[in-house]
């Protein structure tokens, strides 16, 4: 999702700050992803191409440079954001540094050609930097591939930038791809090497995909082609004119329109109407350049220019590529591959899309679209997002892989998004947000996909009232999908994201959700999460929670759900986190629930991880902590209920009682008086209220004004201490405290009227005590 700035921390970064986290080699210094600053590595390696049943059916087949034969340097198993291999699949990869350094695969499969994920160090102030890297056949050099950096290395927060002094380096890989010329049989060798030439201060191998490409496809008799209207394959002019020719005589004639083999460049947007566009196989047809784009009718403006009306219905795009040349995120700049409404009928199928904003991002309202078998990569933004009142869509057999926001997305902005399908995908490492996600709408279902090694601010799989959708409504199914390492630390949020996690930010949440037959392995913090709203009408049944650095469940809003056939094994910490209190969040047990009956309440832990493929100890799944554990310091809130006059979504109010001084509790922007109130369970002697914000030297000295009282029943307050300026300041560790006479006080409220460092009420914690 990509129109509302993810959730941010009001911090204000230093010079000094920024200037250490710039990033201009291949050894990435990764921010602590925990107070300790240490993640647990990977466990034993999954491919998300390994799971019977589910995902994509690809035509090649993958293999990990980590599994290949090399002399160089093995990276990972490591999940930390920010390092190469944390981004990379698998968590692992290979770094050749130095002439004779090379990585090579044994073909298990006839191929004839070859497409690698990589990275190479950033350059020239962002700009990227370019270099070849030799390829081997069978011992002998057959050619040698260009690798960029021009596409990746993206830095700092949404909307990101190619500036590395804004530190917080991601999106560090890219791909590229070559047809050997000659098919090699099953046993081949195929070597990359650092040879003489390739000057890249060093080259990093993620995996490589080998695959057997047809001949090129013979043109359709009932055919017009761009060739016959201007466009010259391979030469360094535009052809757009070319192609718009071709697509008005083709839509007028009834015919289709040709794309032959070679190279067209594009410059800008081709519309589509009641017309096939098909050309010879993706690896032969390309259409690529700066701003290309086909587009149905429907399309918005660009930044305020241009757009237009209308939907198109019965649109063919087949079997080319489209190659962008994007290399920042605009969101409201119209540079994707394939946009505007395409209904009645329509379908994308066979399509490589790269380098472009998004891949498809379609705008509705209109029913009717089949989008199968493509290959989506190396985007800046979503994977693919119907937004708008868009139907009857299937999303079938795709493969998205390093997309910088959703894989996936239905946003029900405005107009509910109903009765699509997305079944048997694969989607592996999403830079930010989910795999998966419906943002509202009603009837959608998504089902034997598979996600994999996600990395910031999102899941595996995503249902939420957010980003001003139409909340969620009729029966949203979740079915026989799998996660693979999937789940984060939220970098604003500072806590893990589930793999299959709910968020009702927006409002209650009460559509039902079917969530059956689903396996979550090895997720990097917990398995699934309840977060912001109330959330109710959950039904999970046989749920496998195969290994969790912390917890099977991670409630953090009210609200109720039902579990039947509900396992956990190899869990990090305890089976559920909830610090709200027992009956905040109704949990219904049928039969069959094993593993996750233990209850947390406290700090953070710090993950840990188990290989998922090994049967895990009793110790393993019986982590045993109290609900809530007691403050050795005294402090009476600990772990109690909250509430508050209001919330923004991500910073709850529970926040402020979770023991966790590096969580918050921020209320509406632009809106005082607020307040905050902790019910202690029953009257005790109170004398002192502590509060703290974040501890982070980045959070700026700010001084809010505040109020706070008492009451035994929770209708009359009396006033503890009067209205007065509180300095948080983090040298001092951004800690505040008042005293005052001994009182019996069950409720204690903090009325805050004004923050110099944010238009909104922040408290990380909220602490009560007798002394």
């Avoid at 920024?18 to 590595?41: D, I, K």
Wanted: hydrophobic share 35%; proline share 5%.
């Amino acid at each position: 999702m990509r129109t509302e700035s993810p959730l941010r921390r009001p911090l204000a970064l230093s010079a000094a700050a920024l200037s250490a986290a710039v990033v201009t080699a291949l050894v990435v210094v990764a921010s602590p992803e925990s107070a300790s600053g240490q993640v647990a590595a990977a466990a034993a390696y999954t491919s998300p191409f390994d799971i019977a049943g589910r995902g994509a059916t690809v035509p090649f087949t993958e293999q990990e440079a980590e599994s290949a034969a090399t002399n160089g340097t093995k990276i990972g198993p490591g999940r930390r954001q920010s390092t190469l291999e944390g981004e990379a699949s698998g968590r692992q990869a290979v770094t050749l540094s130095g002439q004779g350094k090379y990585v090579e695969f044994t073909l298990t499969k006839p191929a004839n050609s070859i497409d690698i994920r990589y990275s190479v160090p950033d350059g020239n102030g962002g700009a990227g930097i370019t270099a070849p890297l030799s390829l081997y056949l069978e011992g002998a050099k057959a050619s040698s591939l260009t690798l960029t950096s021009k596409y990746s290395w993206r830095y700092g927060s949404y909307p990101y930038a190619n500036d590395p002094g804004q530190g917080k380096p991601h999106h560090m890989y890219d791909s590229t791809r070559a047809l050997f010329g000659r098919t090699l049989a099953a046993g081949a060798k195929v070597r990359l090497q650092v040879d003489s030439g390739d000057n890249a201060p060093s080259y990093t191998i993620d995996l490589a995909d080998f695959e057997l490409v047809a001949q090129p496809a013979t043109r359709p008799a009932n055919s017009v082609s761009v060739t016959e209207h201007g466009a010259v394959a391979g030469d360094s002019g535009d052809d757009s004119d070319a192609f718009v020719a071709a697509v008005a005589a083709a839509k007028a004639a009834g015919k289709e329109v040709w794309i032959p083999a070679g190279t067209f460049t594009v410059t800008r947007h081709i519309t589509v109407d009641q017309v096939t566009v098909r050309g010879a196989g993706h690896w032969h047809s390309v259409v690529r350049g700066n701003r290309v784009g086909f587009y149905g009718l429907g399309e918005p403006s660009s930044c305020g220019v241009g757009g237009n009306s209308g939907r198109s219905g019965k649109v063919e795009l087949r079997d080319f590529a489209i190659i962008g040349e994007v290399t920042t995120r605009e969101d409201c700049d119209q540079v994707n591959a394939i946009g505007g409404a395409l209904g009645g009928g329509s379908v994308v199928s066979g399509m490589l899309l790269q380098h472009t904003k998004v891949g498809l991002w379609l705008d509705g309202p209109f029913d009717g679209l089949t989008v199968s078998g493509n290959k989506v990569v190396d985007q800046l933004a979503d994977g693919m997002n119907l937004h708008q009142g868009i139907s009857g869509v299937l999303i079938e057999n795709n493969l998205f892989r390093n997309i910088s926001d959703d894989g996936i997305a239905l946003w029900s902005e405005h107009d509910a998004d109903h009765h699509n399908t997305i079944r048997h995908n694969t989607v592996v490492v999403p830079m930010k947000a989910n795999g998966i996600a419906i943002y509202g709408g009603h009837d959608n279902t998504a089902t034997d996909n598979v996600v994999a090694d996600t990395q910031d601010q999102g899941g595996g799989i995503h249902v939420g009232n957010r980003f001003q959708s139409v909340p969620l409504a009729g029966t949203t199914t979740l079915s026989r999908n799998t996660t693979l390492r999937a789940g984060v630390l939220d970098s604003n949020w500072q806590f893990g994201v589930g793999a299959l996690w709910f968020d009702a930010r927006d409002g209650a949440m009460s559509g039902r959700i079917d969530v059956t037959d689903t396996d979550l392995v090895d997720s990097n913090y917990e398995a699934i999460q309840f977060i912001n709203g109330t959330i109710t009408n959950v039904f999970f049944s046989g749920v496998r929670i195969i290994g969790a650095g912390t917890f099977a469940l991670q409630l953090q809003s009210p609200g109720a759900a039902s579990f039947t056939n509900v396992t956990a094994t190899g869990l990090g910490n305890a089976g559920t986190y909830n610090c709200m209190g027992g009956t905040s969040f109704a949990i219904t047990r049928g039969t069959g629930n094993t593993g996750w009956d233990n209850t947390y309440c406290g700090s953070w832990p710090d993950p840990v991880h188990t290989d998922p493929t090994t049967p895990p100890t009793t110790t393993t799944t019986t982590t045993t902590t109290t609900t809530p554990p007691p403050d050795p310091t005294g402090n009476a809130a600990r772990g109690k209920p909250t509430t508050a006059t209001s919330q923004t979504g991500g910073f709850p109010t529970s926040n402020t009682t979770d023991g966790n001084q590096s969580s918050y509790w921020e209320s509406t922007n632009g809106s005082f008086p607020q307040s905050l109130t902790v019910d202690l369970g029953s009257p005790l002697q109170i004398s002192r209220v502590t509060l703290k914000l974040p501890p982070a030297t980045a959070w700026t000295t700010r001084a809010q004004t505040l109020t706070i009282q008492s009451s035994t029943n929770g209708s009359t307050y009396q006033t503890l201490a009067p209205s007065t300026d509180y300095r948080f300041d983090p040298t001092t560790g951004n800690t505040a405290t008042t005293t005052f006479t001994p009182t019996q006080a069950r409720y204690v409220r903090l009325t805050i009227t004004a923050n110099t460092g944010w238009p909104a009420a922040q408290i990380s914690e909220f602490e009560v005590y007798n002394s």
